[in-house]
């Protein structure tokens, strides 16, 4: 990582968003010898100086799947995951509130070690920027936000400026700036968008029984409820009494649950999880987050390309937003180094749209799936819940389909 970075504000490739997907393609791209900047509005000092992970959990998880570890291996952060913390996951048991439906995932049905791990966020975002640290060519720009953007097809390059005054050029502006992005709005990316009419509330919890390596997960008429188990950090025993929950539930209920005292709130999440893992003995802050599918209708645009949470937002009951979003790092990542190792130009749109090509159907077909479970777990005439619970069930029992929606799920097909 560069020091002198206030003279350089020319760059070749500048990513807007440090999160996990911006990050990992500015180290996926760094082998190419481009020089890249990465902006973001908080301060990212903070996860580079993280050698160990804290002592409590962070309340955000993800669910990797083998596939996002190969990736994150390839660029010498996963060593990084797991010498901090992060938890493998070696079975998964979902089931339906109402009837008799039910799954379970052994990894060793596929002859795989794990279904994934659930790391916090904020490990691997501290993994990411111990190895940023170590990349002469990447430079960090943090804390400043994006304020302006000036393109279009008839610039070779894309010029933003930020808001303490400074302006940057570069040939290829990438938004990794989340959901909201700011790139893609000013840019005039037009983008199809749904409410979910759901919130998730997230929160680290210490169960009663263990929670024996195994992530649950309950759908019910008004929503979903994932446990989804932690491992704490080496030095300490792991009694497996550590889970990471979302429960994603419609607007009004949670604020009711936001507005329990913790006592209150652990019976009703003990009663929704039917008292799975007993009794919640301990519970961390809760956070809500409001969910909204939303989906840019092009990726590209010359000398601009949006990835990860810019690009699609999708619910996360299927733990699949960040993975989704490592595929997309990946895939421009090797679409922008094809080019530039032909010395062609890197914004240039035809290059770009290879990328989008990849990378578009893939993820519209993961939402429309997620947007299908959301429909089929909500409120449903009876028949349908027959039917639903049946097909569950018929799932369970057919070792081709499970093993199909197994390798799927991980990333692997
Ligand atoms: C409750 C919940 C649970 C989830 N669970 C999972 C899961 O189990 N597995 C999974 O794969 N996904 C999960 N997801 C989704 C996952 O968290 C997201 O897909 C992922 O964080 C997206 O990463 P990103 O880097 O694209 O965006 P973000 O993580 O949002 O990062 C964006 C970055 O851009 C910066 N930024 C924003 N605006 C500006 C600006 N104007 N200027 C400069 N910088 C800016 C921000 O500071 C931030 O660092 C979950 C999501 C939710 C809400």
């Known amino acids: 990582m560069s020091e002198n970075i206030a003279k350089s504000l020319d760059y070749d490739v500048l990513v807007v968003g440090g999160g996990m997907v911006g990050a990992s393609f500015a180290l996926a791209l760094a082998e190419s010898g481009l020089r890249i900047a990465v902006v973001d509005s908080q301060d990212l000092s903070k996860f580079a100086g993280q050698e160990r992970a804290k002592e409590s959990f962070d309340p955000r998880v993800s669910a990797i799947t083998p596939s996002s570890q190969a990736f994150l291996e390839s660029l010498a952060v996963w060593q990084g995951v797991r010498n901090r913390r992060c ?5 998964m048991h979902v089931w339906d509130a109402d009837g008799t439906g039910s799954i379970h995932f052994n990894a060793q049905e596929i002859h795989a070690a794990a279904l994934g791990h659930i790391v916090e966020n904020s490990v691997i975002l501290a993994a990411l920027y111990e190895r940023i640290a170590e990349t002469a060519n990447i430079d960090l720009l943090a804390p400043v936000a994006l304020h302006a953007l000036e393109a279009g097809s008839h610039k070779e390059r894309v010029n933003i400026t930020l808001e303490d005054g400074r302006s940057i050029s570069a040939a290829l502006l990438v938004a990794a700036d ?6 893609r709005e000013l840019a005039g990316f037009q983008t199809k968008e749904w409410d979910y009419e759901h919130q998730a509330i997230v929160c680290t919890v210490k169960t009663q029984l263990p929670h024996g390596a195994t992530a649950i997960q309950r759908f019910m008429d008004e929503g979903t409820l994932a446990f989804l188990p932690l491992q704490q950090n080496s030095e300490l025993v792991d009694t497996q009494q550590h889970c990471s929950i979302v429960w994603s539930v419609l607007p009004d209920y949670a604020q ?3 507005a329990m005292d913790d006592s209150a709130f652990a019976i009703q999440l003990q009663a929704a999880i039917e008292n799975k893992l007993g009794k919640i003995e301990r519970l961390d802050t809760r956070y809500s987050f409001p969910l909204r599918q939303r989906h840019a209708v092009d990726y590209v645009q010359p000398g601009i390309a949006l990835i990860g949470d810019a690009a699609h937002t999708i619910h996360p009951l299927a ?5 989704l979003g490592f595929l997309d790092a990946q895939a421009l990542a090797e679409e922008v180094q094809r080019t530039h190792s032909k010395h062609l130009p890197i914004g240039d749109l035809r290059f770009l749209r290879r990328y989008q090509r990849r990378r578009i159907g893939h993820n519209l077909g993961m939402m429309w799936v997620m ?3 959301k429909r089929l777990f909500a409120d449903q005439p009876l028949p349908l819940r027959w039917l639903r619970n ?3 069930s018929g ?17 692997m097909e």
């Open 87 to 91: 938890a493998p996951y070696s079975d």
């Open 178 to 183: 989340g959901a909201n992005s700011k790139v």
């Open 256 to 258: 009711r649950l936001m």
């Open 319 to 323: 733990g699949q937003g960040v993975n």
């Open 371 to 373: 947007e299908g479970f």
């Open 390 to 392: 049946a097909g569950m």
């Open 395 to 411: 799932i369970d029992r057919s070792a081709i389909i499970k093993h199909q929606l197994m390798r799927s799920a991980m990333g």
